[in-house]
């Protein structure tokens, strides 16, 4: 296995989701994983009654994209996230990389990049 295999994962916001979905095929990106999360940073919480009891919520409504590319450059990645999904604000979030040691398909048994083609 010869081919760096990297991980990219992004913990945003839902906005414009679809549109950063579409630019992510144009670059060749062919499969993503979204999960809806919660999570909190330096972003500051809010103030919301519960059956009349005021509480502080600090965790705040996410999404976690994850992508592993092989042959589309990080950076690609990288600058489409940050043109689509930024807003400029706090809260936007984060991009986390990092490098794979092998990604194995479950129903063939491939490895690596030939782990991550489209079958045709």
Same mark, same amino acid.
């Given at each position: ?6 991980? =990219? ?6 906005i414009n989701f679809?549109?950063?979905? &579409?630019? %992510? ?6 499969? !993503?994983?979204?999960?809806?999360? *919660? ?6 919480? #809010?103030?919301?009654? #519960? ?7 600090? +965790?705040?409504?996410? =999404?976690?994209?994850? =992508? ?7 950076? @690609?990645?990288? @600058?489409?996230?940050? *043109?689509? +999904? ?5 809260? @936007?979030g984060k991009i986390? !990389? #990092?490098? %794979? &040691?092998?990604?194995?398909?479950i129903s063939t048994? &491939?490895?690596? #990049? @030939? &782990?991550? *083609?489209?079958? *045709?």
């Amino acid at each position: 296995m010869s081919e760096i295999l990297t991980k =990219i994962d992004i913990i945003t916001r839902p906005i414009n989701f679809e549109k950063f979905k &579409a630019e %992510l095929a144009k670059i060749g990106v062919s499969g !993503i994983t979204v999960s809806d999360v *919660k999570g909190t940073s330096l972003q500051k919480g #809010y103030i919301e009654t #519960y059956r009349g009891v005021n509480r502080e919520n600090s +965790l705040h409504d996410r =999404i976690k994209i994850e =992508i592993v590319v092989c042959e589309v450059p990080v950076q @690609d990645v990288v @600058d489409v996230t940050r *043109k689509f +999904l930024s807003t400029g604000k706090p809260g @936007d979030g984060k991009i986390f !990389i #990092y490098e %794979l &040691a092998n990604v194995v398909k479950i129903s063939t048994g &491939a490895e690596g #990049y @030939d &782990a991550l *083609k489209d079958e *045709k």
